[in-house]
C-alpha cells in the first residue's frame, strides 16, 4: 500500500513513525517546551535524528477544554517550523482544521494535512481539491476539542459507528475529486471515545482496514493509557511504545507519536525478532 502526498510517495509495506511536534503553549504532554519557533524547528531536527519517517507540526491544541487560538496566533506559531521542516527531506503533515492554515501550509510545501475535523469547515475541502496530489488523513471525531469528552455516548457499536462515518468522510472527499491514494483514516483515539470505546477500537482493528485505507493511529501519553497503568502523562512511554507496537502488528501503517526513537528502536526489535515483515 502507498500513500500519495505533495512530494512523497509513502511505502506503507513497513510501519512508519510521524513525530509529533506541538507549536503550541498548552500542549497536553509537552506544555509548551516548543511553542517557541526556534524550539520547534530544533525538535524537528531532532525527531529525524531519531528516526521519525514523518513529522506532524501543529499549532491549535486539541486536548480537552483547550482554547482555539485565533487564526493570526496559529499561523504565526507554524508557518516558520513548516518552512523549516520541509527542507529537511521527509513527508511533513500540518495538523489544522483552518483552511487559511491548510492553504498557507500547502504553498509553503507541505505534503499532508491531518485534519481532526476532517474537512468538515467551509471551504477546506476546497483547499485540499486545489493542491494536486497532497496527502490527507481523515479522523474521527465525536463534538469539539474543547468538550468532546463530557460523557461521550454512541447510540450503537462504536466501531461500527466510527467505521460508517470514516466511509462517508472518504466519499466526500472523493466526490470533491480527491483520490483515494491520497487519503488515510484515523479512528480518533481519545477524540469523543471513554476508555472502552478506545480500547474496543484497537482490539477490532481490522475491522477499520477493511475500508482499504491507510490507518493512522494516536495513542501516544493518552489518558487513556493512564487510566489503565495509573501513571501521568510523564511516565507513559512504556505504555505509549507498546499501544504503538499493537496497532502496528494489528495492521497499521502509520503511528503517530511523541517519543520517537523508544518507537523506532521497538518495532527493530519486533523486525527482527520475526514479529514484523522485513
Known amino acids: 500500500m502507498f500513500w500519495q502526498t505533495s512530494r512523497y510517495l509513502i511505502n506503507l509495506r513497513q510501519p512508519r513513525v510521524m513525530g509529533i511536534v506541538n507549536a503550541t503553549p498548552d500542549s497536553f504532554f509537552d506544555g509548551g517546551r516548543h511553542a517557541d519557533a ?6 524537528c531536527d531532532q525527531l529525524l535524528r531519531e528516526g521519525a519517517d514523518l513529522l506532524d507540526i501543529g499549532g491549535e491544541s486539541t486536548r480537552p477544554g483547550a482554547r482555539p487560538p485565533s487564526l493570526d496566533e496559529e499561523l504565526a506559531r507554524v508557518l516558520p517550523v513548516l518552512r523549516h521542516a520541509v527542507t529537511l527531506g521527509v513527508p511533513v503533515s500540518v495538523d489544522t482544521s483552518r483552511p487559511e492554515v491548510m492553504a498557507a501550509a500547502l504553498d509553503a510545501g507541505v505534503d499532508i494535512v491531518n485534519d481532526v475535523r476532517s474537512f468538515t469547515r467551509p471551504g477546506a475541502l476546497a483547499v485540499v481539491s486545489a493542491h494536486a496530489n497532497c496527502g490527507l488523513c481523515l479522523m474521527h471525531l465525536q ?10 455516548h454512541y447510540a450503537g457499536d462504536v466501531v461500527c459507528e466510527v467505521i460508517d ?18 487519503v488515510a483514516l484515523d479512528p480518533g483515539i481519545g ?13 477490532r482493528q481490522a475491522e477499520l482496514l477493511a475500508l482499504g485505507q491507510p490507518l493512522l493511529l494516536g495513542w ?23 499501544a504503538a507496537l499493537a496497532c502496528v502488528q494489528r495492521g497499521g501503517h502509520v503511528v503517530r507519536v511523541h517519543d520517537v526513537a523508544a518507537t523506532v528502536d521497538a518495532l527493530k526489535v519486533w523486525r527482527a525478532a520475526g514479529l514484523l515483515a522485513s
Open 165 to 182: 462515518w470514516l466511509a462517508q468522510r472518504l466519499q466526500a472527499v472523493q466526490s470533491a475529486g480527491i483520490a483515494r491514494h491520497r
Open 191 to 203: 477524540f469523543g471515545k471513554t476508555r472502552e470505546h478506545n480500547w474496543a477500537l484497537l482490539q
Open 220 to 242: 501516544s501519553r493518552k489518558s487513556t493509557l493512564g487510566a489503565l497503568t495509573d501513571r501521568p502523562v510523564v511516565d507513559r512511554l512504556v505504555p505509549s511504545v507498546v
Open 143 to 152: 463534538g469539539e476539542p474543547g468538550t468532546m469528552q463530557q460523557a461521550p
Open 38 to 43: 526556534d524550539a520547534a524547528k530544533a525538535h
